[in-house]
C-alpha cells in the first residue's frame, strides 16, 4: 500500500466541501467559534464510530449496502432539504438559537452523510483491506482517519473563523449560497439524477 498516496487521499476526501463542512462554515459565521467547536467534536466521535463500525462489519454490509443506501438516501435528502431550510432562514432572531449546531447535531449529521458513510464504507476495502486484515491494524487506520477527519473539520473552522469579517458583511448572501450547497448536496444524495 502507498501510505502517501492514502494519507492524501483520506485528506482531500475529509476536507472538501460536504454537508458537515459547509454547516460548520455556517456554524462559524452565524453562531461564532465555540458553537462550531461543538459541532465538530459531534462529527469527529460519529466518524470514528463509522469507521469502526465499517471496520467490523464491512462484509455484512456489503450484503445489505443496496438496502441501506436507499434509507439514507431518503433520509439524508430530507435532512438536508432541512439543514438548508434552517441556513436559509437565519437571521438576527433564529441567530441566538443555540441548539443548531451542537454536538448532538454533528454526531447524528454523520450517520446520514452520504459522504462521510460512503468513504468509511469504501476507504477499508478499497486501499487497507487488500494489505492489512488484523483487527488491531485496522481499527489503528481507523484512528488516523478519524484524525485526519477532525484535522479537516477544524480547518474548516479556522477557515471561518478568519473569513468572519466578510462573512458577516455578507450574511445573507453566504447563507443563500450555503443553503444552495446543502439543496445540491440533496439532489446528489437523493440520486434523482440516476433516473433521468
Known sequence: MN???????????????????????????????????????????????????????????????????????????????????IIFNINGEIKDKKNFATFKVGFFMQFINPKGIVFSLTIFPSFVMPYYNAIHELLGFALIVTIIGGISFFSWVIAGSLLKTFLEKYQRLVNIIMSLFLVYCAYIISGIENYF
Open 3 to 85: 501510505l502517501s498516496f492514502f494519507l492524501v487521499y483520506c485528506l482531500v476526501a475529509t476536507i472538501t466541501p460536504g454537508p458537515t463542512n459547509i454547516l460548520i462554515l455556517s456554524t462559524v459565521n452565524n453562531y461564532g467559534v465555540q458553537q462550531a467547536i461543538q459541532f465538530c467534536y459531534g462529527s469527529i466521535l460519529a466518524f470514528g464510530i463509522l469507521l469502526v463500525l465499517s471496520v467490523v462489519l464491512n462484509v455484512f454490509l456489503v450484503n445489505i449496502l443496496p438496502n441501506i443506501l436507499l434509507i439514507m438516501q431518503i433520509v439524508g435528502t430530507i435532512y438536508m432539504l432541512y439543514l438548508a431550510y
